[in-house]
């Protein structure tokens, strides 16, 4: 639901794959206006501070209000705005004495870290209605102390990306585990072509996938959101082995990535001249349409069974001010926005196909598409991605840490106490 933005945090709203579609468009930014009656008027008109500018998207959040305000279940009015202004005001919005009510956002740490400072409406009463919701988007939507306090819209997966055409004409299969993902390398190094694929040129945030997907396989999802969230040490033996298992597989990194953004590494992708890329499904904005019904994916490898699967998920959704003037109505239309009807009309009328939260809402007919939602409800947990699952204020020393890694693998106790001594900064203040 973000507009396209090579900045680490804009990108993550947005989900591509052009005929797989744009996750949403938009910003959430903009000045913090609000249609409200002064607090009290248990009746007033619901405003929603939306960040999805994009004209797609913004056409179908606006068709969405219509449709919900012909239900005669209250009044609604949509203030879209501008990303960047949004991130930067949000706490303005929420600590303000007349907030707008309802918000377009992201679940996880975000929405925690709100809920914590009692800024964000309880809506546990709006799940009482979403029973079909899945496990995994329940739990992300509720806070350290069992409240839901968020509603989500839809979300996007990421996996390893390939051409099906070239892995046909190279002989080699989606692998199903670890050893046959090193397997795979190896044949594909063998054959001359650079396995895996990487974009750190001005987007050193890709690395943070690789992170994020070897300490959820490894440790799991709990300890990755607690590691995320400074109640775990990143200099701690467990995440060690997450370095160390993903040392095994540098050797079949592209070297050229290493100079290029994800972009570029995308069209190296498309014309063959590497095997595969985890990534985002945004990252097919830029592929040719022709080329979209060549495309592929496989989660990323299992390394541990015993470990609850867990996938990268980035969600967007909404929450609501804990100082709504209409809670009421605002969760009146929190709830419409959970329906199939809500989700399906966003659909229809934005620029791509989407993943819709509703189990029951209708995505795209693609088989790529079928084949995502079936790996996100098949996962017993979802995170965010590094930054969503922490702070943009910690992305940075994963940048610094990962890449160094990449460069200098051999360092890697050093790296951790850096990295270590860096989180506790952001952590500590």
């Known amino acids: 639901m973000n507009d396209f933005d090579p900045s680490r945090r804009r990108f993550l709203g947005h989900v591509g794959l052009a005929g797989l579609g744009v996750l949403g468009a938009g910003s959430l930014v903009g000045c913090a206006s609000s249609a409200s009656s002064p607090s009290g008027s248990g009746n007033s008109a619901i405003t ?9 998207a913004k056409v179908a959040m606006e068709k969405i209000i219509e449709n919900f305000n012909k239900q005669g279940k209250g009044a609604a009015s949509l203030n879209t705005v501008a990303s960047e202004t949004f ?34 409406l309880d809506v546990s ?32 997966w990421w996996g390893f990306f390939y051409r099906k055409s070239n892995f046909a004409k190279w002989g080699v299969q989606e692998p199903k585990n670890w050893a046959e993902f090193v397997t795979l390398c190896q044949t594909l190094q063998g054959k001359g072509i650079p396995p895996i694929g990487i974009g750190l040129g001005d987007t050193p945030w890709v690395a943070s996938a690789w992170f994020d997907y070897l300490n959820i396989r490894i440790n799991g999802a709990p300890f990755h959101r607690e590691l995320l969230a400074g ?29 290029y953004p994800f972009q570029e590494a995308t069209t190296a992708l498309l014309a063959g001249k590497t095997g595969m890329f985890l990534i985002g499904t945004f990252f097919a904005d830029a592929a040719p349409k022709d080329a979209l019904g060549d495309l592929d994916f496989f989660q990323f490898p299992i390394i541990d069974p015993a470990v609850p699967l867990a996938e990268e998920a980035p969600t967007d959704g909404f929450f609501a001010s804990a ?32 993943l819709p939260a509703n189990p029951k809402a209708k995505a795209s007919d693609s088989p ?30 994963a940048d610094t840490a990962l890449t160094k890694f990449i460069d200098k693998p051999d360092q890697i106790d050093a790296i951790l106490r850096e990295w270590q001594a860096g989180a506790e900064k952001v952590f500590k203040g």
Not at 135 to 153: A, I, N, Q
């Open 48 to 56: 929603l501070q939306s960040n999805l500018s994009s004209p797609q």
């Open 87 to 120: 991130r930067t005001q949000l706490p303005t919005y929420l600590t303000s004495a007349n907030p707008p009510d309802l918000y377009t956002w992201y679940a996880g740490s975000v929405a925690n870290d709100y809920a914590s400072k009692n800024l964000l």
């Open 125 to 156: 009463d709006v799940w009482q209605g979403m029973a079909d919701y899945p496990e995994s988007l329940r739990t992300l939507s509720t806070d350290t102390t069992g409240k839901k306090v968020f509603v989500p819209m839809n979300n996007y």
């Open 231 to 259: 109640k775990q040490r990143f200099d701690d033996p467990k995440v060690k082995a997450v370095f160390t298992k993903w040392r095994e597989v540098l050797p079949y990194f592209d070297p050229k990535g290493k100079a």
């Open 323 to 354: 100082k709504s003037a209409n809670p009421a109505g605002t969760k009146a239309l929190l709830t419409y926005l959970a329906s199939v009807e809500a989700q399906e009309a966003y659909v229809a009328a934005s620029a791509g196909i989407v």
């Open 368 to 397: 790529l598409v079928a084949k995502g939602k079936a790996m996100l409800e098949s996962a017993q947990e979802l995170t965010q991605f590094f930054n969503r699952d922490s702070s943009d204020a910690l992305q940075p020393t």
